[in-house]
């Protein structure tokens, strides 16, 4: 089995777990950085994907399994957007080149992203994995995830032999996902887009090794893992019960202040607040998941909320603890003043925020 | 915990309506999903105060844990309040105060710490009952004073799909057939309306759509919400009968291309015919500024005989007296399932539907004593 992407804190992880599986006989992880975490005994081969030689790489190896997970939003270190796109297109296509030329290949998962669906307020409320966007991401990482999946398209048309499984996560998070959420989670103040208040879908880190794993080996009883799935925990969060549950208090911005504050912030290289990533914190973007229960045969093992908790809990507490709050509102309940019976009128206009 | 008694929030009401509807306020009560959490966060402040109660009266009662201070004749009062009597009293008294406000507390522990839901179409139910609904509610009852009749032809459960006309510049008429359905339908239940893609593109309009349970007009979530057994609200007129001018009044427009029977005859649900009389009159547009409304990108600006002349005082609507009326079920379940995809027999339902809406609406306007009253 051949991983790429295992400098990653996911793919490191991926690939320390499938090494217990009893079908996997060899593990040859693949970067062109060396991870700082180890790889718990899987060959590691330090090359570059966008270069040919990854082709020789996976000739040499000879693995029929390739579970790509090199397509990410940020970049590893300090690499500038160009080098991640050109990783997730060009990478993409040298990685298929080689896997095409290899007769050794019997199966191909992707990682992919929810992105692939945009974000717009015409869109349906849930995608299937068969809605077409009503518009294309423009750029950023939602289209390098299109043409990635593009790419993947034409090569299981050449390649109808090889199993190929695209998995369509949503925002991944835990307490170690380095991903552009999670960094915006992280931030003191949330600034939100105001009059929007989107719906939020997030996938545990634990679920995601889970369901690579069931790609990436041979299909259980009366499930099939080739195709193309979306994964994501069950339920919806709002931006606001995220930011409520955090503790970190909201600057609503309206739109444009917004999307100049991003570029901004992109300029001097804070995070990667990216237009698709306001796009995401506007609309909002939930998907259905029955084809991954259904037929995938994967339950995952956390809902959104529980995802999300899991994730606050390795978090530093923000400026209004949910404890506090609640504290709080349960000391202006112990007033003498409230309990002489004066009604707070104010209560349901406040909520209603 | 089974026995603590839970008022919904929006008690306001119940002074007046508890004595006419008391089975429907229990219901709601009872129905509420939270209510045992509710009970029990009321009960958490009760306890912080309980060593200054306990001097004053030294009573503190389980069910009544706020009850801490009044005196001893309205004992009577609390009592009668139980669950076992079946009587819901309305709460002129302080304890009745004092309960409000802390479930009122309780409601903002949850709300400011996230402790709520949402399903996958940001529909808040906790925030639609207790805030929005009531929000609504006097406009409902006080403003338009609205006359519900038919309400039965409305299932108890699994999904239907509602279709109404339109009118009324603004949308008011979809947000009040919501609360009639709500209040009047003795399951109260939920209507899901299915909104234009405008609304959706609006700051703030858009998050309380959302919240208050729509979501776009499209059969993909119209079929995801009656899959699911929800009751979904369509008005096929869309942007021709809203924006209709007050000279075609009562005149229903073409109903879109009928995607909504094929919906429902997809989904088998029931399609309930419902006519909306005197949303028509709120804002009378007598023309339509085009090009300001090219320039602001909606599909008309209205002008009426006070709007904008008069600002924001002219986008006051005109009370009206409403009616809404639920007409018979159409059932959908005997078709094959091939006859989705069959125009003719589309056309002649969708024809059906309309005719009978169209009908109800001449037979409500004959029966109309003034617009007014």
């Known amino acids: 089995m051949l991983v790429t992407g295992v400098a990653r804190q996911l793919g490191g992880r991926f690939v320390r777990r499938i090494q217990h599986d009893p079908e996997v006989d060899r593990v040859i992880a693949v970067d062109a950085v060396l991870p700082e975490h180890h790889l718990g005994g899987a060959d590691f081969i330090q090359t570059d994907i966008r270069q ?74 849930v995608f299937t994995e068969t809605t077409p966007p009503k518009s294309l991401p423009s750029g950023g990482f939602a289209k390098d995830t299109v043409e990635v999946e593009g790419y993947v398209r034409g090569f299981a048309r050449r390649r109808p032999d090889v199993a190929v499984c695209v998995l369509r996560f949503a925002n991944i998070l835990g307490p170690t996902a380095d991903t552009p959420l999670a960094s915006y989670f992280s931030l003191p103040v949330l600034p939100t887009v105001l009059g929007y208040d989107p719906r939020l879908q997030f996938v545990h880190e634990d679920d995601v090794i889970e369901v690579l794993r069931i790609a990436s080996h041979e299909p259980a009883r009366g499930t099939l893992n080739s195709g193309t799935f979306n994964v994501a925990g069950d339920g919806v969060l709002l931006l606001s019960q995220c930011s409520r549950r955090l503790g970190r208090p909201t600057v609503p911005l309206l739109l444009p202040a917004v999307t100049w504050a991003g570029s901004l912030v992109r300029t001097l290289g804070m995070t990667d607040f990216s237009p698709e990533q306001i796009r995401l914190l506007t609309h909002g973007r939930v998907v259905d998941t029955v084809q991954m229960r259904d037929t995938l045969g994967f339950r995952p093992q956390y809902t959104t909320a529980e995802t999300f908790a899991d994730f606050v809990r390795a978090q530093d507490p923000g400026l209004l603890p949910p404890r506090a709050v609640a504290a709080a509102v349960d000391r202006i309940a112990a007033l003498p003043a409230l309990s002489g019976g004066r009604t707070p009128t104010k209560t349901p206009t406040q909520s209603a925020n | 915990m089974a026995d603590a008694k839970v008022i919904p929030f929006d008690d306001d009401r119940s002074r007046g309506a508890a004595v006419q509807r008391p089975a429907r306020r229990r219901a709601a009560g009872s129905r509420r999903k939270g209510g045992g959490e509710q009970a029990a966060a009321v009960r958490e402040p009760a306890a912080a105060r309980e060593p200054a109660a306990g001097r004053e009266s030294g009573v503190v009662r389980e069910v009544q844990p706020l009850a801490g201070r009044i005196p001893a004749q309205e004992d009577v009062h609390v009592t009668r309040e139980n669950p076992e009597t079946g009587v819901t009293q309305p709460p002129h008294d302080e304890a009745g105060l004092e309960q409000r406000v802390a479930r009122g507390l309780a409601f903002l522990r949850r709300r400011l710490t996230g402790d709520y839901e949402v399903d996958d179409f940001g529909y808040d139910e906790e925030l639609t009952d207790q805030v929005l609904m009531s929000l609504l509610r006097p406009v409902y009852e006080k403003y338009f004073r609205v006359d519900v009749k038919g309400i039965e032809n409305i299932p108890a459960e699994g999904g239907a799909l509602i279709v109404a006309n339109h009118s009324g510049t603004l949308p008011l008429d979809g947000l009040m057939m919501q609360v009639a359905v709500h ?185 109309r004593r003034s617009v007014f009253f």
């Not at chain 2, 005859?265 to 419902?274: D, M, N, Q, S």
């Not at chain 2, 639920?326 to 989705?340: C, M, N, Q, R, V």
Request: proline share 9%; aromatic share 6%; hydrophobic share 40%.
């Open chain 2, 183 to 367: 209040d009047r339908h003795p399951a109260n239940r939920h209507l899901r309306l299915l909104a234009a893609d405008l609304v959706f593109v609006l700051p703030v309009v858009n998050e309380l759509a959302r919240k208050l349970g729509h979501t776009l007009a499209c059969a993909e979530d119209a079929e995801r919400l009656l899959g699911q057994g929800e009751l979904v609200g369509v008005m096929p007129e869309g942007f021709k009968g809203i924006g209709k001018p007050f000279g075609e009044r009562y005149k229903l427009q073409r109903f879109g291309r009928g995607g909504f029977v094929s919906t429902a005859l997809r989904k088998g649900v029931p399609i309930i015919p419902c006519s909306i009389v005197g949303a028509e009159e709120i804002y009378p547009m007598i023309g339509n500024a085009k090009t300001l409304a090219r320039v602001l990108g909606i599909p008309y600006f209205p002008l009426t005989p006070t709007f904008p002349w008069l600002g924001p005082l002219g986008a006051v609507p005109l009370p009206t007296k409403w009616t809404i009326q639920f007409g018979e079920p159409i059932p959908t379940d005997g078709y094959p399932p091939e006859a989705a995809e069959d125009p003719m027999l589309m056309f002649n339902l969708t024809d059906q539907v309309r005719e009978q809406i169209q009908h109800t609406l001449y037979k409500l306007l004959v029966q």
């Open chain 1, 52 to 125: 040919p030689t990854i082709a020789r790489v996976l000739a040499e190896s000879g693995a029929d399994t390739v579970v790509h997970m090199d397509v990410t939003g940020t970049p590893l270190g300090s690499g500038s957007r160009a080098t991640v796109k050109e990783t997730n297109v060009i990478g993409t296509m040298q990685l298929l080149g080689a896997c095409q030329k290899s007769p050794n290949v019997k199966r191909l998962v992707i990682k992919s992203s929810t992105n692939v669906y945009g974000s717009a307020p015409k869109d349906p409320a």
